[in-house]
């Protein structure tokens, strides 16, 4: 492609707090940007925009929009990819019904979902939306593995200014719970195709009746590809959320941590379990009531909440229910929402070290702080948690101003591991066996099922394996510590390592094998010595340990510089993690106060511009150093937002961000000619410093309208966000 063919930068549209961010730093990113001669366009993967792109025969023309995530993801494929993602909404099933609604109630004519389609349209409308929910983005431009690690001025910044820790004691009552067997990590079977193996498949279902059902057709694996297969039983699910609530000591509040937005299939099923269990006596009683309005317990007890209001006799019943069972971790205690309430609201990358980070501690109905009980029921990575919390209570809350930093390298490309099995994951509707079976006819993994199981497979395919073992490599030498994150006891993780053993004796190099809990213990025994490790892990450790560290390490995962090498050639730079960003969305409606941290934006534009550079363009990288230099001035100055009214909020963040990049730019002496463009720019952002906080000051702490949550008024957010005409003026 040349250089007319596609953008040199492509920004995306997303939601929540980065989309309104956007909106203030996106000008200031073109404007800069445009003085190089460099374009940068952006490209709509937001939940509302999914929507829209997959339904455009239900729109009129004027509301119909490209499909710009089947795009990116085409693009992705080839050397002209310069992508700067930011978090993007992974939809929960209440997340995708607001935002369904949403878009009706706004003139768009978007089918609802059907639950239980009947005729070909429903469906095929019903399969169009499962392609939206859950890690719907991800998958489709991860075409190559993750580098995340944090720059070396913020973890300086954090070490100089450390953010609170709560204590931990010996005998705290924390801990992790998870099953005893018959889970995905002790069903799991796995097996590396062959090059006479190499070829079509299909998912098999045979009944204990003789029937025999497709549960899915097409599939084709190629040579090298490790294929999977596990199920987690129903029954010892129950029979382990039954246990666990009995089993509750009195002062400790129960939780449950999974991720029902990566995992939109058997997640939120596993959800549900738990809120059958919570609720066991109360939906044994009034059952067929419960059925009659459509009550689905993997909808969460907010939407059992909102089913039964305004009936009396299920409403009292429903809140004894409540009161007889233990205290539960919540996730606003002043407005009685708790960790059943919807499936998405607490996610175990976010949630178990928030918890970690407090000293082991969550927050109860009464908005007190009281020790948790964390059910991570499948033990495929629950020992990493486990292992951590027992680390801190014998060594006591981490200090991080002396702590080593942990990065990652992560295999995800091309839907690698549990993130890609959405596809190929089904509950089971009756008890019988699950093959995967070759064209040829040959059964290469299979499983006896009972109803109401969770059967899935994924894949892990030869050259992402190959890339990141590579990368693994590469990173080990540049920091000098690491370990491969594999347990010779789980299938999957035994066919790795016959990857990774050779590779490395190829290298010449040696780097540990270790299973999880034991490299928890390795990673963190050396990281408060001070010293500096690499976590090599899968697609699902990828994503934990990415918040897990940083969070510990920084007080947020949403700092982290994440640099995707595409495998043919491309660039994708991922800025943080989003976790927080509907309480910041909320607290901008209630006062247009917007605490969202661009820091991950920064860094992903430096390293966007310097591979520009890479590509030949010297003004990109004059660019990308200015980036820099402007990144470490914010954080030395202390210019990142504060969460008051008053204080400076995202929008003050980037006017300093936009005065310290243009002094960089016209202080330089590489390029002439943008030291002669930017000395105005940089003077003149100087000597307006008070009038344009002046005008940002005057929103901050007013009622702010965004004309919507999904699919915002553009308008109405640029008031909000770009408030300073003066600002404005000066950008452009």
């Known amino acids: 492609?040349?250089?007319?063919?596609?953008?040199?930068?492509?920004?995306?549209?997303?939601?929540?707090?980065?989309?309104?961010?956007?909106?203030?730093?996106?000008?200031?990113?073109?404007?800069?940007?445009?003085?190089?001669?460099?374009?940068?366009?952006?490209?709509?993967?937001?939940?509302?925009?999914?929507?829209?792109?997959?339904?455009?025969?239900?729109?009129?023309?004027?509301?119909?929009?490209?499909?710009?995530?089947?795009?990116?993801?085409?693009?992705?494929?080839?050397?002209?990819?310069?992508?700067?993602?930011?978090?993007?909404?992974?939809?929960?099933?209440?997340?995708?019904?607001?935002?369904?609604?949403?878009?009706?109630?706004?003139?768009?004519?978007?089918?609802?979902?059907?639950?239980?389609?009947?005729?070909?349209?429903?469906?095929?409308?019903?399969?169009?939306?499962?392609?939206?929910?859950?890690?719907?983005?991800?998958?489709?431009?991860?075409?190559?593995?993750?580098?995340?690690?944090?720059?070396?001025?913020?973890?300086?910044?954090?070490?100089?200014?450390?953010?609170?820790?709560?204590?931990?004691?010996?005998?705290?009552?924390?801990?992790?719970?998870?099953?005893?067997?018959?889970?995905?990590?002790?069903?799991?079977?796995?097996?590396?195709?062959?090059?006479?193996?190499?070829?079509?498949?299909?998912?098999?279902?045979?009944?204990?009746?003789?029937?025999?059902?497709?549960?899915?057709?097409?599939?084709?694996?190629?040579?090298?590809?490790?294929?999977?297969?596990?199920?987690?039983?129903?029954?010892?699910?129950?029979?382990?959320?039954?246990?666990?609530?009995?089993?509750?000591?009195?002062?400790?509040?129960?939780?449950?941590?999974?991720k029902?937005?990566?995992?939109?299939?058997?997640?939120?099923?596993?959800?549900?379990?738990?809120?059958?269990?919570?609720?066991?006596?109360?939906?044994?009683?009034?059952?067929?009531?419960?059925?009659?309005?459509?009550?689905?317990?993997?909808?969460?007890?907010?939407?059992?909440?909102?089913?039964?209001?305004?009936?009396?006799?299920?409403?009292?019943?429903?809140?004894?229910?409540?009161?007889?069972?233990?205290?539960?971790?919540?996730?606003?205690?002043?407005?009685?929402?708790?960790?059943?309430?919807?499936?998405?609201?607490?996610?175990?990358?976010?949630?178990?070290?928030?918890?970690?980070?407090?000293?082991?501690?969550?927050?109860?109905?009464?908005?007190?702080?009281?020790?948790?009980?964390?059910?991570?029921?499948?033990?495929?990575?629950a020992g990493v948690y486990d292992e951590t919390i027992e680390f801190f209570k014998q060594n006591g809350k981490l200090d991080v101003t002396t702590c080593g930093a942990v990065s990652n390298c992560g295999l995800m490309a091309q839907k690698a591991e549990e993130y890609g099995s959405h596809p190929t994951t089904f509950e089971m509707d009756a008890p019988g066996t699950v093959q995967i079976v070759l064209d040829s006819g040959e059964v290469i993994l299979e499983h006896k099922v009972e109803t109401g199981d969770i059967w899935r497979s994924c894949t892990a395919k030869k050259l992402p394996i190959l890339d990141w073992i590579k990368l693994g490599i590469n990173r080990t030498k540049a920091t000098g510590l690491a370990a491969f994150w594999l347990d010779a006891n789980r299938a999957h993780d035994a066919e790795l390592i016959k990857y990774v053993e050779p590779a490395l004796k190829e290298a010449g190099i040696e780097i540990p094998i270790m299973a999880p809990r034991e490299a928890t213990r390795f990673t963190l025994e050396n990281m408060v010595q001070g010293k500096d490790v690499v976590t090599i892990t899968g697609n699902v450790l990828r994503d934990y340990l990415t918040d897990l560290f940083p969070i510990l390490e920084l007080g947020t995962s949403a700092k982290m510089l994440s640099i995707v090498s595409l495998m043919q050639g491309g660039g994708l730079f991922e800025t943080g993690a989003g976790g927080t960003a509907p309480k910041h969305v909320q607290q901008v409606i209630e006062e247009s106060h917007l605490r969202w941290d661009s820091l991950g934006e920064f860094c992903a534009l430096g390293e966007s511009f310097k591979f520009l550079a890479g590509k030949g363009d010297a003004k990109a990288g004059v660019l990308g150093d200015a980036v820099e230099v402007a990144t470490q001035k914010v954080l030395e100055n202390d210019k990142s937002p504060k969460g008051r009214v008053g204080q400076l909020d995202n929008r003050g963040s980037h006017y300093y961000f936009a005065k310290y990049w243009a002094e960089a730019l016209a202080a330089q002496t590489d390029d002439a000619e943008l030291a002669a463009a930017f000395a105005p720019i940089a003077k003149e952002l100087a000597d307006k410093e008070e009038a344009i906080l002046a005008e940002i000051g005057e929103v901050d702490g007013k009622p702010g309208d965004l004309g919507g949550y999904y699919l915002l008024d553009a308008d109405k957010v640029a008031a909000i966000m770009r408030p300073s005409a003066t600002l404005n003026a000066i950008i452009g």
Request: glycine share 8%; charged share 25%; hydrophobic share 40%.
């Open 1 to 258: 492609m040349t250089k007319s063919d596609t953008p040199d930068i492509i920004y995306t549209i997303v939601d929540e707090a980065p989309e309104l961010a956007s909106a203030s730093l996106l000008p200031i990113i073109r404007s800069f940007a445009g003085k190089a001669d460099i374009s940068v366009e952006t490209r709509n993967i937001s939940v509302a925009g999914r929507i829209l792109a997959v339904f455009p025969e239900y729109l009129t023309e004027e509301q119909k929009i490209a499909d710009d995530l089947a795009g990116l993801g085409e693009l992705v494929k080839t050397p002209d990819a310069n992508v700067i993602k930011l978090p993007n909404i992974s939809a929960s099933m209440p997340q995708l019904n607001a935002a369904i609604k949403e878009l009706q109630d706004k003139g768009y004519a978007v089918p609802s979902y059907p639950y239980d389609p009947q005729t070909d349209e429903e469906k095929d409308i019903q399969k169009r939306y499962d392609g939206i929910k859950g890690s719907a983005v991800n998958p489709v431009l991860r075409e190559g593995n993750s580098d995340r690690r944090s720059a070396k001025a913020v973890k300086e910044y954090a070490k100089a200014n450390p953010h609170r820790m709560g204590d931990w004691s010996a005998d705290s009552k924390t801990h992790v719970a998870s099953m005893d067997g018959n889970d995905f990590y002790a069903n799991e079977k796995a097996t590396t195709i062959t090059a006479d193996q190499a070829g079509g498949a299909k998912i098999v279902f045979t009944g204990e009746d003789g029937s025999t059902k497709v549960l899915k057709d097409g599939l084709s694996y190629e040579e090298g590809t490790i294929v999977d297969a596990t199920f987690l039983s129903a029954s010892a699910l129950s029979a382990f959320v039954k246990q666990e609530i009995a089993s509750m000591e009195p002062g400790v509040l129960f939780s449950v941590h999974l």
């Open 260 to 381: 029902a937005t990566m995992m939109k299939v058997s997640d939120p099923i596993i959800f549900g379990h738990f809120v059958k269990g919570y609720l066991e006596d109360f939906i044994a009683k009034h059952g067929d009531k419960l059925k009659e309005l459509g009550f689905n317990p993997n909808q969460g007890l907010g939407d059992l909440e909102a089913k039964i209001a305004g009936n009396a006799e299920l409403e009292a019943d429903y809140k004894a229910a409540m009161a007889a069972k233990p205290d539960m971790y919540m996730v606003n205690s002043d407005k009685g929402i708790t960790n059943l309430h919807v499936s998405s609201d607490v996610i175990i990358d976010a949630s178990m070290p928030a918890v970690i980070r407090a000293g082991g501690i969550g927050w109860g109905p009464d908005g007190e702080p009281a020790p948790t009980k964390c059910c991570i029921p499948d033990n495929c990575y």
